[in-house]
């Protein structure tokens, strides 16, 4: 089972800036990550795609995020981060890691974290 560890969700003003960090587990073979991103959910609403990126490099955002939110990884540490500038109150919600990845040749998975919570205050 493939465990995912977020980070750096909280409360911040109208305009600030947060980084979330989410790191697949050590210690449990990986094959092959296909793609991590990440999503959100606010109350009352689906849970919807922020942005991801892809074993190659490509990246994919929501419209409502775009110019404003950047998604990257380190690989070696099985890491997505998603820089988040200019944040606005509908940027509330929990966001959600994801990481969809080969177990080993055969075998695929898909994996949530537990969630963090970002508000964003007017």
């Known amino acids: 089972q493939v465990q995912l560890v977020e980070s750096g969700g909280g409360l911040v003003q109208a305009g600030g800036s947060l980084r979330l960090s989410c790191a697949a587990s050590?210690?449990?073979?990986?094959?092959?990550?296909?793609?991590m991103g990440w999503y959100r959910q606010a109350p009352g609403k689906q849970r919807e795609l922020v942005a991801s990126?892809?074993?190659?490099?490509?990246?994919n955002y929501a419209d409502s995020v775009k110019g404003r939110f950047t998604i990257t990884r380190d690989t070696g540490k099985r890491t997505v981060y998603l820089q988040m500038n200019s944040l606005k109150p509908e940027d509330t919600a929990v966001y959600y890691c994801?990481?969809?990845?080969?177990?080993?040749?055969?075998?695929?998975?898909?994996?949530w974290g537990q969630g963090t919570q970002v508000t964003v205050s007017s």
């Open positions: 990126i892809a074993l190659g490099g490509t990246t």
């Open positions: 994801n990481a969809d990845v080969l177990l080993d040749s055969y075998t695929p998975g898909n994996y």
């Open positions: 050590r210690g449990i073979v990986i094959f092959k990550i296909n793609s």
